[in-house]
């Protein structure tokens, strides 16, 4: 059984505040060894609900990475989760956003009802998963004014593919680069200026992936890099792979 991985929509009441909904399901092919899974930084923090874990349901939350996670399936794998917008994962988690760097945490530690979640998610079809997962968020979601200003300004980040200033973004929203700051310091966990050099890789990343192959030196150009070398520098710090490697990699996995 070959592993799909799957994004879905989210409904529209929670559309502004989730990315997608994602499933992660299936067993390595015998005699193929362990399947590779190269997740790349994305401004994101994400609850997952691991739906085959030997000792039971469980959750747990990732917060914003600022490196690849590189995952090796060797097993059985049924994953549900949410991917948050970028500041809008406190909307839905009672904490600040830099409490969950570096490590990832139990999703117990913050809702106190997830391992009864999880078990009902398990028991559940993959559309009724959807819809109760759904259904969960929004009886959790609090209004909360720092998440929105990180949301807005991250929308203005993406919308410029990385390609904008800390300050281009304070003249933008009339506020000041400190305030920017604090806001993304609760509500996304990392600064506006590492939200920004994400972006900028995930754009690199996206026309890495393109059919074409279009060459390195045009990316960079494109992206905003001072050269080709310094693209590479960054890629592999952010990927874990130089971007030669990572195009290969996609070809194949």
């Known amino acids: 059984m070959p592993f799909s991985y799957d994004e879905h929509a989210p409904p529209p009441a929670l559309a502004r505040a989730v990315r997608c909904f994602w499933s992660l399901t299936g067993a390595p092919d015998a005699g193929e060894g362990p399947a590779l899974n190269r997740i790349l930084p994305d401004n994101c923090i994400d609850v ?24 090796l399936h060797d097993a059985t794998v049924d994953m549900l989760g949410v991917r948050f917008a ?3 994962a406190t909307e839905f988690l009672d904490l600040r956003a830099t409490d969950l760097a570096p490590a990832d945490i139990d999703a117990s530690d913050v809702w106190p009802d997830a391992p ?22 929004t009886t959790r979601r609090r ?20 390609a904008i200033s800390v300050a281009s973004l304070a003249r933008l929203l009339s506020t000041g680069e400190r305030r920017l700051q604090r806001t993304f310091d609760a509500a ?3 600064g506006p200026k590492q939200v920004i050099r994400v972006a900028r890789f995930r754009e690199a990343a996206a026309k890495l992936s393109q059919p074409g192959e279009i060459s390195l ?11 080709q070398a310094h693209f590479t520098r960054e890629f592999v710090l952010l990927a874990g792979v130089t971007p030669t490697e990572f195009r290969r990699e996609k070809r194949l996995v």
């Not at 739906?51 to 990732?62: E, H, Q, S, Y």
């Not at 030196?217 to 050269?227: E, H, K, V």
């Open 143 to 162: 209004a909360n004014r720092e998440a929105a200003l990180a949301m807005s300004t991250a929308v203005l980040i993406e919308r410029a593919r990385g």
């Open 217 to 227: 030196s045009r990316i960079a150009l494109d992206c905003g890099y001072a050269d």
């Open 116 to 137: 009864l979640i999880a078990e009902q998610l398990a028991s559940l079809s993959r559309t009724e998963r959807l819809a109760r997962f759904a259904q969960y968020l």
């Open 48 to 71: 997952i609900f691991d739906l085959a874990n030997v000792r039971g349901p469980n959750a747990f939350i990732v917060g914003p990475m600022l490196t690849a996670a590189v995952m």
């Open 86 to 88: 970028p500041g809008a």
């Open 188 to 190: 996304v966990g990392i």
